[in-house]
């Protein structure tokens, strides 16, 4: 079986489809249509995400990443020396010149190690990841991350700019390097690729951008933000539609919030959860229902057109399915990320 893949894809007509790469499981897509309440609205944001401070969220440390098959296969790791291609650690007896052969105790201590874990949520693990030397990559963009020997493809949260790495990955269960990552902690190795991947990114040739998310979907479009407000969002205007099963798994709300309210004329962020009646739940006061169903009624209520707005999403193949079909009815431009 072939490792997984994210990738993106830009269309601006009804034959639209996406390249899809991982995707999270079942419980990030709850079956059914659930009855709306409506987008928030001015007040009701700041209500809502007030319960999120009870959770102990900790702004800008959140990882952007993919969530991913159960059980990938372990991928060929070709640039730490000293390793085969198998993960496994070459023989001592290699038949290059001694000079030129890396120790594994060389290999370890150039590897990236993890600065910051945070699970948010069970099953949901933010990151903090040393950047190595020369790692480039464009906001929206992915890489392979993990272990030696096992890395999977993981959207980035962090803008460019910043010295470190930061991932929002959900763990799976049974997943070999979900596995891992539950159990290690601060201060371990991770291996990483050469460069970020992916064509995911802002399309330049529209003033107003939809991002729709699904719980860890969030990541590359806080990448994207994050750049946007330090550049003073030269893009745009930007509009969040981020949808969860539960209050916990909106990794990035506090941050977002804030941004937000900073930036009232270029942000809006609205989240939803689509199970209000659970527990978890309890004290939620913003919008409700699956967060593909609050697409056409922000496009109306902001009177959008298809010649100045682009729409993207990110997050589980369900969601993605619904919005392309929306973003197709009012001929809007459209790029996805799947994590299947």
Request: some cysteine; hydrophobic content about 35%; aromatic content about 6%.
């Amino acid at each position: 079986m072939e490792s997984p893949r994210a990738a993106a894809t830009l269309l601006a007509s009804p034959a639209l489809v996406d390249d899809h790469g991982p995707m999270s499981d079942e419980a990030k897509n709850p079956g059914g249509p659930e009855k709306q309440r409506g987008l928030l609205r001015p007040g009701e944001i700041e209500r809502a995400v007030g319960y999120k401070s009870k959770t102990g969220f900790r702004p800008r440390l959140g990882v952007g990443g993919p969530n991913l098959d159960p059980d990938p296969p372990a991928l060929k790791l070709l640039s730490l020396p000293g390793h085969r291609a198998d993960g496994e650690a070459s023989s001592a007896h290699s038949e290059r010149p001694k000079a030129l052969t890396a120790s594994p105790s060389a290999v370890d201590s150039s590897a990236p190690r993890i600065l910051e874990r945070q699970e948010i949520a069970p099953g949901l693990l933010r990151l903090r990841v040393e950047r190595p030397a020369g790692f480039e990559f464009r906001a929206g963009q992915h890489v392979k991350f993990g272990v030696p020997g096992n890395l999977r493809s993981y959207t980035l949260a962090s803008d460019p700019d910043e010295p470190h790495l930061e991932f929002f990955i959900e763990l799976q269960s049974g997943g070999r390097l979900s596995d891992r990552l539950r159990s290690i902690g601060e201060g371990a190795r991770t291996a990483i690729g050469p460069a970020g991947k992916g064509s995911f990114v802002i399309d330049p040739s529209v003033p107003n951008h939809v991002f729709v998310a699904t719980v860890t979907g969030i990541a590359p479009f806080v990448s994207i933000l994050r750049e946007q407000a330090r550049h003073g969002f030269p893009a745009g205007r930007f509009i969040v539609l981020h949808g969860a099963s539960y209050v916990p798994e909106f990794g990035y709300a506090d941050e977002l919030t804030e941004l937000a309210a900073a930036h009232p004329d270029r942000l809006e962020y609205l989240p939803t959860v689509s199970r209000p009646q659970d527990s978890r739940n309890r004290g939620w006061s913003g919008a409700t229902g699956r967060v593909d169903a609050l697409l056409a009624e922000a496009l109306r209520r902001r009177g959008l057109t298809a010649n100045a707005t682009a729409v993207y999403a990110c997050g589980n193949s369900g969601m993605i399915r619904n919005v392309r079909a929306t973003a197709a009815r009012h001929g809007l431009p459209f790029r996805s990320e799947a994590f299947d």
